[in-house]
């Protein structure tokens, strides 16, 4: 089973909130960095990590987006370029 890495703030997470970041890593691949927390002012939160990519450089960023009862608003991927430039954004 995968260890998933602990995230500043996490315990401050109201359980749907906990329970979605939760589901949101086990999907991450192994190089994941620890996700960052960012808790919006209407009561939900914001999860992105980062991960680097196999040509030196390139890195993408997977950021999810959840309302206060943990339901998903928006998740996408964004690749970077190794000059930080938006090389895309998926939408997932």
């Known amino acids: 089973m995968k ?3 602990v995230a500043a703030g996490v315990d401050d997470l109201s359980p749907a909130l906990r329970e979605s970041l ?3 890593m086990k999907k991450s691949p ?4 620890i996700p960052q ?3 919006l002012p209407e009561g939900g939160a914001e999860f992105y ?3 680097l990519g196999r040509v030196p ?8 987006r959840v309302d206060p009862e943990g339901v998903m608003d928006l998740t996408y991927k ?3 370029l190794p000059d930080g430039g938006i090389a895309h954004i ?3």
């Open 3 to 5: 260890k998933v890495p």
């Open 22 to 24: 939760t589901g949101f």
């Open 30 to 33: 192994g190089n994941a960095e």
């Open 37 to 39: 927390i960012v808790r």
């Open 49 to 51: 990590y980062k991960v």
């Open 57 to 64: 450089g390139y890195y993408a960023m997977y950021r999810k």
């Open 78 to 80: 964004t690749t970077f």
């Open 90 to 92: 998926k939408f997932k």
